[in-house]
Protein backbone atom coordinates (compact mmCIF):
# COMPACT_ATOMS: atom_id res chain seq x y z
CA UNK A 1 0.00 0.00 0.00
CA UNK A 2 1.17 3.19 -0.53
CA UNK A 3 2.67 5.89 1.90
CA UNK A 4 1.03 9.39 1.62
CA UNK A 5 4.16 10.78 0.77
CA UNK A 6 4.38 8.32 -2.26
CA UNK A 7 0.55 9.52 -3.07
CA UNK A 8 1.89 12.89 -3.39
CA UNK A 9 4.92 12.31 -5.33
CA UNK A 10 3.13 10.33 -7.99
CA UNK A 11 0.23 13.29 -8.11
CA UNK A 12 3.39 15.65 -8.13
CA UNK A 13 4.62 13.96 -11.54
CA UNK A 14 1.34 13.96 -13.00
CA UNK A 15 0.62 17.68 -12.63
CA UNK A 16 3.89 18.36 -13.70
CA UNK A 17 3.28 16.37 -16.75
CA UNK A 18 0.15 18.05 -17.36
CA UNK A 19 1.58 21.45 -17.05
CA UNK A 20 4.57 20.48 -19.27
CA UNK A 21 1.77 19.90 -21.67
CA UNK A 22 -0.96 22.44 -21.79
CA UNK A 23 2.54 25.14 -21.48
CA UNK A 24 3.72 23.95 -24.57
CA UNK A 25 -0.14 23.43 -26.42
CA UNK A 26 -0.61 27.56 -25.06
CA UNK A 27 2.57 28.31 -27.06
CA UNK A 28 1.24 26.24 -30.25
CA UNK A 29 -2.62 27.35 -30.00
CA UNK A 30 -2.39 30.83 -28.09
CA UNK A 31 -6.47 31.07 -28.64
CA UNK A 32 -6.81 28.21 -26.34
CA UNK A 33 -5.54 29.80 -23.07
CA UNK A 34 -9.07 31.33 -22.81
CA UNK A 35 -10.89 27.86 -22.94
CA UNK A 36 -8.21 26.53 -20.18
CA UNK A 37 -8.44 29.68 -17.88
CA UNK A 38 -12.68 29.17 -17.71
CA UNK A 39 -12.12 25.75 -17.37
CA UNK A 40 -9.71 26.23 -14.92
CA UNK A 41 -12.35 28.31 -12.76
CA UNK A 42 -15.43 26.29 -13.26
CA UNK A 43 -13.43 23.07 -11.90
CA UNK A 44 -12.70 24.64 -9.10
CA UNK A 45 -15.59 26.63 -7.97
CA UNK A 46 -17.01 22.58 -8.57
CA UNK A 47 -15.26 21.37 -6.14
CA UNK A 48 -15.24 24.07 -3.32
CA UNK A 49 -19.01 23.79 -3.94
CA UNK A 50 -19.05 20.01 -3.65
CA UNK A 51 -17.12 19.51 -1.29
CA UNK A 52 -17.98 22.30 1.07
CA UNK A 53 -14.19 23.84 1.39
CA UNK A 54 -13.62 21.38 4.25
CA UNK A 55 -10.00 20.65 2.99
CA UNK A 56 -9.65 24.98 1.92
CA UNK A 57 -9.84 23.90 -1.88
CA UNK A 58 -10.90 27.33 -2.00
CA UNK A 59 -7.08 28.90 -0.95
CA UNK A 60 -5.88 26.15 -3.30
CA UNK A 61 -7.67 27.42 -6.29
CA UNK A 62 -7.02 31.14 -5.35
CA UNK A 63 -3.27 29.90 -4.89
CA UNK A 64 -3.52 28.41 -8.19
CA UNK A 65 -4.90 31.76 -10.04
CA UNK A 66 -2.23 34.15 -8.30
CA UNK A 67 0.50 32.04 -9.08
CA UNK A 68 -1.33 31.57 -12.95
CA UNK A 69 -2.22 35.54 -12.91
CA UNK A 70 0.53 36.59 -15.33
CA UNK A 71 0.93 33.71 -17.60
CA UNK A 72 -3.04 34.33 -18.01
CA UNK A 73 -2.34 37.69 -19.01
CA UNK A 74 0.32 37.49 -21.18
CA UNK A 75 -1.46 34.68 -23.15
CA UNK A 76 -4.55 37.22 -23.15
CA UNK A 77 -6.92 34.72 -21.25
CA UNK A 78 -7.85 36.94 -18.84
CA UNK A 79 -11.35 39.13 -19.67
CA UNK A 80 -10.12 42.02 -17.02
CA UNK A 81 -7.33 42.80 -16.82
CA UNK A 82 -7.29 42.54 -13.31
CA UNK A 83 -9.33 39.42 -13.76
CA UNK A 84 -6.57 36.99 -11.54
CA UNK A 85 -7.26 39.15 -8.37
CA UNK A 86 -10.99 39.14 -9.07
CA UNK A 87 -10.86 35.45 -8.89
CA UNK A 88 -8.39 35.45 -5.44
CA UNK A 89 -11.34 37.41 -3.86
CA UNK A 90 -14.27 35.15 -5.29
CA UNK A 91 -12.58 31.92 -4.29
CA UNK A 92 -11.76 33.29 -0.54
CA UNK A 93 -15.01 34.90 -0.30
CA UNK A 94 -16.89 31.49 -1.25
CA UNK A 95 -14.21 29.17 1.05
CA UNK A 96 -15.45 32.28 4.02
CA UNK A 97 -19.00 31.20 3.31
CA UNK A 98 -18.65 27.41 4.17
CA UNK A 99 -15.54 27.54 6.97
CA UNK A 100 -16.25 31.50 8.12
CA UNK A 101 -13.45 33.54 9.42
CA UNK A 102 -11.66 33.82 12.71
CA UNK A 103 -13.14 36.70 15.34
CA UNK A 104 -9.72 37.73 15.48
CA UNK A 105 -9.72 39.40 11.73
CA UNK A 106 -11.27 42.78 13.34
CA UNK A 107 -7.77 44.67 12.26
CA UNK A 108 -7.93 43.83 8.88
CA UNK A 109 -11.54 44.65 8.84
CA UNK A 110 -10.41 47.82 9.78
CA UNK A 111 -7.94 47.77 7.13
CA UNK A 112 -10.18 47.21 4.60
CA UNK A 113 -12.55 50.07 5.76
CA UNK A 114 -9.61 52.37 5.67
CA UNK A 115 -8.90 52.25 1.64
CA UNK A 116 -12.92 53.00 0.82
CA UNK A 117 -12.45 56.90 2.12
CA UNK A 118 -9.85 57.44 -0.27
CA UNK A 119 -12.45 56.95 -3.18
CA UNK A 120 -14.81 59.39 -2.08
CA UNK A 121 -11.73 61.87 -1.94
CA UNK A 122 -10.69 61.14 -5.20
CA UNK A 123 -14.11 62.26 -6.39
CA UNK A 124 -13.23 65.90 -5.05
CA UNK A 125 -9.82 66.07 -6.71
CA UNK A 126 -9.71 64.11 -10.28
CA UNK A 127 -9.56 66.13 -13.61
CA UNK A 128 -12.31 66.22 -16.26
CA UNK A 129 -9.87 63.37 -17.87
CA UNK A 130 -9.31 60.75 -14.86
CA UNK A 131 -10.72 57.43 -15.62
CA UNK A 132 -12.42 56.66 -12.82
CA UNK A 133 -13.53 53.11 -12.43
CA UNK A 134 -10.19 52.02 -14.37
CA UNK A 135 -7.71 53.87 -12.17
CA UNK A 136 -9.22 52.94 -9.14
CA UNK A 137 -10.08 49.32 -9.88
CA UNK A 138 -6.74 49.02 -10.69
CA UNK A 139 -4.99 50.84 -7.40
CA UNK A 140 -7.77 49.18 -5.18
CA UNK A 141 -7.97 45.39 -6.38
CA UNK A 142 -4.71 44.42 -4.72
CA UNK A 143 -4.85 45.97 -1.75
CA UNK A 144 -8.43 44.60 -1.44
CA UNK A 145 -7.38 41.15 -2.73
CA UNK A 146 -4.50 41.62 0.82
CA UNK A 147 -7.43 42.24 3.06
CA UNK A 148 -9.53 39.10 1.92
CA UNK A 149 -6.32 36.71 1.50
CA UNK A 150 -6.13 37.97 5.62
CA UNK A 151 -9.16 37.39 6.70
CA UNK A 152 -9.49 33.58 5.37
CA UNK A 153 -5.88 32.92 6.35
CA UNK A 154 -5.65 35.13 9.94
CA UNK A 155 -5.63 32.14 12.39
CA UNK A 156 -7.01 29.66 9.88
CA UNK A 157 -6.14 25.98 10.98
CA UNK A 158 -4.33 23.92 8.15
CA UNK A 159 -2.94 20.83 7.79
CA UNK A 160 0.15 20.90 6.73
CA UNK A 161 -0.31 17.81 3.61
CA UNK A 162 -2.66 21.01 2.63
CA UNK A 163 -0.76 24.00 3.03
CA UNK A 164 1.89 21.72 0.48
CA UNK A 165 -0.65 21.06 -1.51
CA UNK A 166 -1.40 25.13 -1.73
CA UNK A 167 2.30 25.69 -2.28
CA UNK A 168 2.39 23.18 -5.14
CA UNK A 169 -1.16 25.26 -6.75
CA UNK A 170 0.92 28.14 -6.60
CA UNK A 171 4.26 26.80 -8.52
CA UNK A 172 2.71 24.52 -11.30
CA UNK A 173 1.57 27.58 -13.65
CA UNK A 174 4.76 29.19 -13.35
CA UNK A 175 6.58 25.80 -14.31
CA UNK A 176 3.75 25.85 -17.56
CA UNK A 177 4.38 29.61 -18.20
CA UNK A 178 8.58 29.17 -17.91
CA UNK A 179 7.92 26.00 -20.40
CA UNK A 180 5.64 28.75 -22.81
CA UNK A 181 8.44 31.00 -22.22
CA UNK A 182 11.53 28.10 -23.05
CA UNK A 183 9.64 27.71 -26.39
CA UNK A 184 8.88 31.20 -27.16
CA UNK A 185 12.68 31.99 -26.70
CA UNK A 186 14.74 29.29 -26.83
CA UNK A 187 17.91 31.07 -27.33
CA UNK A 188 18.98 34.58 -26.71
CA UNK A 189 21.30 34.42 -29.98
CA UNK A 190 19.45 36.52 -32.50
CA UNK A 191 17.59 39.21 -29.81
CA UNK A 192 18.52 42.37 -28.73
CA UNK A 193 18.88 42.83 -25.32
CA UNK A 194 17.25 45.82 -23.44
CA UNK A 195 18.67 46.85 -19.97
CA UNK A 196 15.56 47.99 -18.86
CA UNK A 197 13.88 44.71 -19.37
CA UNK A 198 14.36 42.29 -21.55
CA UNK A 199 11.06 41.88 -23.37
CA UNK A 200 11.94 39.84 -26.00
CA UNK A 201 13.26 36.94 -23.26
CA UNK A 202 9.93 37.13 -21.80
CA UNK A 203 7.46 36.45 -24.76
CA UNK A 204 6.99 40.09 -24.89
CA UNK A 205 5.16 41.04 -21.69
CA UNK A 206 6.27 42.73 -18.71
CA UNK A 207 9.81 41.45 -17.31
CA UNK A 208 9.25 43.46 -14.00
CA UNK A 209 5.74 40.48 -13.72
CA UNK A 210 7.91 37.87 -15.54
CA UNK A 211 10.84 38.10 -12.76
CA UNK A 212 8.57 38.38 -9.69
CA UNK A 213 6.71 35.23 -10.60
CA UNK A 214 9.92 33.55 -11.80
CA UNK A 215 11.52 34.61 -8.52
CA UNK A 216 8.75 33.00 -6.48
CA UNK A 217 9.11 29.72 -8.54
CA UNK A 218 13.43 29.94 -7.26
CA UNK A 219 11.72 30.35 -3.95
CA UNK A 220 9.62 27.25 -3.69
CA UNK A 221 11.53 24.70 -5.31
CA UNK A 222 14.36 25.31 -3.47
CA UNK A 223 12.65 25.16 -0.35
CA UNK A 224 10.90 21.55 -1.82
CA UNK A 225 14.58 20.46 -1.95
CA UNK A 226 15.15 21.63 1.82
CA UNK A 227 11.94 19.66 2.66
CA UNK A 228 11.07 17.08 0.27
CA UNK A 229 13.03 13.86 1.26
CA UNK A 230 13.03 11.59 -2.24
CA UNK A 231 15.99 11.68 -4.23
CA UNK A 232 13.82 11.68 -7.55
CA UNK A 233 11.50 14.59 -6.62
CA UNK A 234 14.98 16.29 -5.81
CA UNK A 235 16.29 15.51 -8.96
CA UNK A 236 13.28 16.58 -10.72
CA UNK A 237 12.92 19.86 -8.56
CA UNK A 238 16.89 21.03 -9.30
CA UNK A 239 15.97 20.76 -13.11
CA UNK A 240 12.48 22.86 -12.92
CA UNK A 241 15.21 24.97 -10.85
CA UNK A 242 17.49 25.64 -13.29
CA UNK A 243 14.73 26.52 -15.94
CA UNK A 244 12.77 29.18 -13.70
CA UNK A 245 16.27 30.47 -12.28
CA UNK A 246 17.58 31.31 -15.74
CA UNK A 247 13.94 32.89 -17.32
CA UNK A 248 14.04 34.68 -14.01
CA UNK A 249 17.42 36.41 -14.40
CA UNK A 250 17.50 36.75 -17.86
CA UNK A 251 14.74 39.20 -17.85
CA UNK A 252 16.98 41.70 -16.51
CA UNK A 253 14.45 42.62 -14.10
CA UNK A 254 16.27 42.41 -10.82
CA UNK A 255 13.50 42.48 -8.34
CA UNK A 256 12.19 38.76 -8.37
CA UNK A 257 15.45 36.91 -8.11
CA UNK A 258 16.91 39.49 -5.86
CA UNK A 259 13.38 38.69 -3.67
CA UNK A 260 13.87 34.85 -3.87
CA UNK A 261 17.00 35.01 -2.26
CA UNK A 262 16.29 36.80 0.45
CA UNK A 263 13.16 34.68 0.92
CA UNK A 264 15.44 31.24 0.67
CA UNK A 265 17.45 33.38 3.61
CA UNK A 266 14.85 34.20 5.51
CA UNK A 267 13.18 30.52 5.67
CA UNK A 268 16.54 28.97 6.43
CA UNK A 269 17.26 31.31 9.26
CA UNK A 270 14.04 29.61 11.18
CA UNK A 271 14.22 26.05 9.56
CA UNK A 272 17.74 25.49 10.05
CA UNK A 273 17.33 26.48 13.68
CA UNK A 274 14.34 23.79 14.15
CA UNK A 275 16.45 20.81 12.86
CA UNK A 276 18.79 18.08 14.87
CA UNK A 277 22.35 17.29 14.73
CA UNK A 278 21.09 14.39 12.36
CA UNK A 279 19.13 16.31 10.27
CA UNK A 280 21.48 19.72 9.98
CA UNK A 281 24.20 17.22 7.32
CA UNK A 282 21.62 16.38 5.15
CA UNK A 283 20.34 20.01 4.82
CA UNK A 284 23.80 21.34 5.01
CA UNK A 285 24.41 18.98 1.70
CA UNK A 286 21.10 20.14 -0.05
CA UNK A 287 22.33 24.34 0.76
CA UNK A 288 25.74 23.41 -0.86
CA UNK A 289 23.77 21.68 -3.73
CA UNK A 290 21.12 24.90 -4.10
CA UNK A 291 24.06 27.34 -4.52
CA UNK A 292 25.60 25.18 -7.01
CA UNK A 293 22.15 25.51 -8.77
CA UNK A 294 22.08 29.11 -8.71
CA UNK A 295 25.92 29.38 -9.13
CA UNK A 296 25.65 27.11 -12.89
CA UNK A 297 22.18 29.50 -13.73
CA UNK A 298 23.86 32.75 -13.18
CA UNK A 299 27.34 31.51 -15.08
CA UNK A 300 25.18 29.88 -18.30
CA UNK A 301 22.67 33.27 -18.49
CA UNK A 302 26.08 35.02 -18.20
CA UNK A 303 27.40 33.84 -21.04
CA UNK A 304 24.37 34.04 -22.93
CA UNK A 305 24.05 37.40 -22.46
CA UNK A 306 27.60 37.90 -23.23
CA UNK A 307 28.21 39.29 -19.76
CA UNK A 308 25.44 41.95 -19.90
CA UNK A 309 23.67 40.11 -17.11
CA UNK A 310 26.40 41.14 -14.94
CA UNK A 311 26.73 44.68 -15.80
CA UNK A 312 23.18 44.87 -14.66
CA UNK A 313 23.37 43.54 -11.77
CA UNK A 314 26.46 45.34 -10.92
CA UNK A 315 24.39 48.92 -12.12
CA UNK A 316 26.27 49.50 -15.18
CA UNK A 317 25.15 50.16 -18.59
CA UNK A 318 25.99 48.09 -21.49
CA UNK A 319 28.98 49.67 -21.86
CA UNK A 320 29.99 48.86 -18.19
CA UNK A 321 29.31 52.81 -16.90
CA UNK A 322 28.63 52.42 -13.05
CA UNK A 323 25.08 54.48 -13.12
CA UNK A 324 23.99 57.00 -10.87
CA UNK A 325 20.18 55.44 -9.83
CA UNK A 326 20.09 51.56 -8.70
CA UNK A 327 16.48 52.15 -8.75
CA UNK A 328 16.31 52.98 -12.16
CA UNK A 329 13.75 56.16 -11.16
CA UNK A 330 11.57 54.75 -8.68
CA UNK A 331 13.04 56.89 -6.13
CA UNK A 332 11.39 59.99 -7.82
CA UNK A 333 8.45 58.00 -8.19
CA UNK A 334 8.46 57.72 -4.22
CA UNK A 335 9.47 61.55 -3.40
CA UNK A 336 6.65 62.73 -5.44
CA UNK A 337 4.38 60.39 -3.46
CA UNK A 338 5.98 61.39 0.03
CA UNK A 339 5.60 65.27 -0.88
CA UNK A 340 1.77 64.58 -1.86
CA UNK A 341 1.45 63.02 1.83
CA UNK A 342 3.44 65.73 2.94
CA UNK A 343 1.08 68.22 1.65
CA UNK A 344 -1.82 66.22 1.87
CA UNK A 345 -1.48 64.29 5.23
CA UNK A 346 -4.94 64.15 6.66
CA UNK A 347 -6.85 62.51 3.55
CA UNK A 348 -4.63 61.91 0.72
CA UNK A 349 -5.04 62.68 -2.62
CA UNK A 350 -7.45 59.82 -3.30
CA UNK A 351 -7.05 56.53 -4.62
CA UNK A 352 -6.06 56.31 -8.39
CA UNK A 353 -4.64 59.83 -8.17
CA UNK A 354 -0.90 59.01 -7.44
CA UNK A 355 -0.24 58.73 -11.60
CA UNK A 356 -2.15 62.10 -12.62
CA UNK A 357 -0.11 64.06 -9.65
CA UNK A 358 3.14 62.99 -11.40
CA UNK A 359 1.77 63.82 -14.78
CA UNK A 360 1.37 67.45 -12.58
CA UNK A 361 4.85 67.83 -11.28
CA UNK A 362 6.67 65.77 -13.20
CA UNK A 363 5.72 65.78 -16.71
CA UNK A 364 4.91 61.89 -16.72
CA UNK A 365 1.76 59.82 -16.26
CA UNK A 366 3.27 56.49 -14.15
CA UNK A 367 1.73 54.24 -12.15
CA UNK A 368 3.69 53.85 -8.67
CA UNK A 369 6.05 50.99 -7.99
CA UNK A 370 5.88 51.45 -4.15
CA UNK A 371 2.73 50.15 -2.42
CA UNK A 372 4.16 51.86 0.72
CA UNK A 373 4.37 55.83 -0.56
CA UNK A 374 1.31 54.95 -2.84
CA UNK A 375 -0.54 54.04 0.38
CA UNK A 376 0.87 56.94 2.31
CA UNK A 377 0.20 59.85 -0.83
CA UNK A 378 -3.38 58.30 -1.29
CA UNK A 379 -4.82 57.81 2.26
CA UNK A 380 -3.11 60.15 3.78
CA UNK A 381 -3.40 59.05 7.61
CA UNK A 382 -5.32 55.87 7.16
CA UNK A 383 -2.67 54.88 4.96
CA UNK A 384 -0.31 54.91 8.27
CA UNK A 385 -2.68 52.94 10.19
CA UNK A 386 -3.56 50.52 7.30
CA UNK A 387 0.39 50.27 7.41
CA UNK A 388 0.95 49.55 11.01
CA UNK A 389 -2.08 47.19 10.76
CA UNK A 390 0.08 45.36 8.17
CA UNK A 391 3.15 45.02 10.04
CA UNK A 392 2.60 44.54 13.21
CA UNK A 393 -0.70 42.18 13.08
CA UNK A 394 1.98 39.27 11.86
CA UNK A 395 4.36 40.14 14.08
CA UNK A 396 2.18 40.01 17.01
CA UNK A 397 0.96 36.50 15.58
CA UNK A 398 4.35 35.30 14.73
CA UNK A 399 5.45 35.61 17.91
CA UNK A 400 2.67 33.79 19.85
CA UNK A 401 3.05 30.87 17.66
CA UNK A 402 6.19 30.75 15.32
CA UNK A 403 4.91 27.00 13.95
CA UNK A 404 5.26 28.23 10.05
CA UNK A 405 8.58 27.92 8.89
CA UNK A 406 7.55 29.91 6.03
CA UNK A 407 6.65 32.95 8.06
CA UNK A 408 9.96 35.15 7.09
CA UNK A 409 9.84 34.40 3.99
CA UNK A 410 6.69 34.86 2.44
CA UNK A 411 6.28 38.51 5.14
CA UNK A 412 9.71 39.34 3.01
CA UNK A 413 8.17 37.96 -0.32
CA UNK A 414 5.20 41.00 0.22
CA UNK A 415 7.38 43.28 1.31
CA UNK A 416 10.03 43.19 -1.27
CA UNK A 417 7.58 42.44 -4.32
CA UNK A 418 5.21 45.58 -3.20
CA UNK A 419 9.02 47.77 -2.88
CA UNK A 420 9.53 47.15 -6.28
CA UNK A 421 6.55 46.35 -7.86
CA UNK A 422 3.92 47.75 -5.86
CA UNK A 423 0.68 45.59 -6.21
CA UNK A 424 0.26 45.00 -10.04
CA UNK A 425 -0.42 41.60 -9.24
CA UNK A 426 -2.51 39.33 -6.64
CA UNK A 427 0.50 37.32 -5.48
CA UNK A 428 2.35 39.73 -3.01
CA UNK A 429 -1.51 40.08 -1.48
CA UNK A 430 -2.14 36.29 -1.56
CA UNK A 431 1.33 35.23 -0.51
CA UNK A 432 1.15 37.59 2.94
CA UNK A 433 -2.30 35.47 3.68
CA UNK A 434 -0.29 32.48 3.77
CA UNK A 435 2.22 34.03 6.67
CA UNK A 436 -0.85 34.12 9.07
CA UNK A 437 -1.82 30.60 8.45
CA UNK A 438 -1.53 27.99 11.42
CA UNK A 439 0.34 25.11 10.10
CA UNK A 440 -0.91 21.92 11.90
CA UNK A 441 1.59 18.96 11.83
CA UNK A 442 -0.93 15.86 13.02
CA UNK A 443 2.06 13.89 12.72
CA UNK A 444 4.27 15.88 15.41
CA UNK A 445 1.05 16.98 17.41
CA UNK A 446 -2.02 15.02 16.75
CA UNK A 447 -4.23 16.63 20.00
CA UNK A 448 -3.11 19.94 18.45
CA UNK A 449 -1.58 21.07 22.49
CA UNK A 450 -1.55 24.82 21.68
CA UNK A 451 -5.46 25.77 20.57
CA UNK A 452 -6.47 28.68 18.65
CA UNK A 453 -9.23 31.17 20.18
CA UNK A 454 -11.26 31.94 18.06
Not at 25 to 36: A, D, E, G, R
Not at 122 to 135: G, I, N
Not at 150 to 165: G, M, N, P, S
Request: include cysteine; charge should be positive; aromatic fraction near 14%.
Amino acid sequence: MLTSDQINNQFYIKMLLLHFGYGVLIYLIPSISKLILLGIIASFLFVIIDRKNRGNEALMAAAYLAGGEVFFRQTSAVVFYETGKYAVIIFLVIGMFFKGASSKTVPFWIYLLILFPGVIMVTFTMSYDFEFRKQVAFNLAGPVCLGVSALYCYYKKIKKEDFQRVLLMLLLPVIAQAVYLLFYTPSLDSIQINFSGNYAATGGFGPNQISTIMGLAVFLLSTRLFTIKNFKINIIDSLLLLMVGYRGVISFSRGGIVTAIICVIAFLMFYYSKQNNKSLQKLNFKIFGVLIIFIVVWVFSSMETGGLIGNRYSNRNAMGKLEDDITTGRVELIETELTAFYHHPITGIGVGKGKEYRQENLGIGIASHNEISRLLAEHGILGVIALCILIFVPITFWFKFRNNYYFLAFVAFWFMTINHSAMRIALPAFVYGLALLYIVDEKKDPVHRKRLAG
